[in-house]
């Protein structure tokens, strides 16, 4: 089954402070892309960072990067400098090169900053 | 404004009835897709459309059928609708395979009363 575990349901941190929120998924493939979308109130799903999986090298986007272990199945990513306005729901997800051109989406983690 | 149109934004109507939730894609963008968010399921994938033709089916109930047209713009058909159908409706476009990420609307709430 193609799944997507974020075991974390809620973070905090301090505003300026490094959070690390946490993503595994499952899939027999071995092509795929996977993405953290942030869901901010107003409820806009708004896509954050991505990573070809046949890429060994972490994405980075200003103050977001993603730690991607493929064996481990594991991608969890870190905002640095953490901002009010970071404050949001993070849902981590992939989609395979081959077959149905869906998302699959985790559960969601959501993070609350403190000022 | 992520160049994803859904209307309407906000839907209320009663068990039994049908509603139809529409969505204009991102200019260039070929490919619909249209998902479900409720509080105790996450994001579910419905359906994709690829310039007109059904690509690819997810957990969508009898109930709900859904359409691209020429034009591209594809509507989501909901019908006999009952309480637990009450959710956030997305729509999110993109110009192929998804691997790019989708552009997602800003989705249509719908409330069953």
Known sequence: AQTVTQSQPEMS????????????????????????YKQPPSRQ????????????QNATENRFSV?????AKSFSLKISDSQLGDAAMYFCAYILVQGAQKLVFGQGTR????? | DSGVTQTPKHLITATGQRVTLRCS????DLSVYWYQQS?????????????????AKGNILERFSAQQFPDLHSELNLSSL????????????????????YTFGSGTRLTVV
């Not at chain 2, 894609?25 to 260039?28: C, N, T």
């Open chain 2, 25 to 28: 894609p991102r200019s260039g």
């Open chain 1, 13 to 36: 941190v301090q505003e300026a402070e490094t959070v690390t929120l946490s993503c595994t998924y499952d899939t027999s493939e071995s092509d795929y892309y996977l993405f953290w």
């Open chain 2, 39 to 55: 509080l105790d399921q996450g994001l579910q994938f419905l359906i994709h459309y690829y310039n007109g033709e059904e690509r």
């Open chain 2, 82 to 101: 009952e309480l637990g159908d009450s959710a956030l409706y997305f729509c999110a476009s993109d110009r192929g395979r998804g691997t790019y990420g």
């Open chain 1, 111 to 115: 993070l609350t900053i403190n000022p």
């Open chain 1, 45 to 56: 799903m708004i896509l954050v960072i991505r990573q070809e999986a046949y890429k060994q």
């Open chain 1, 67 to 71: 730690n991607f272990q493929k064996a």
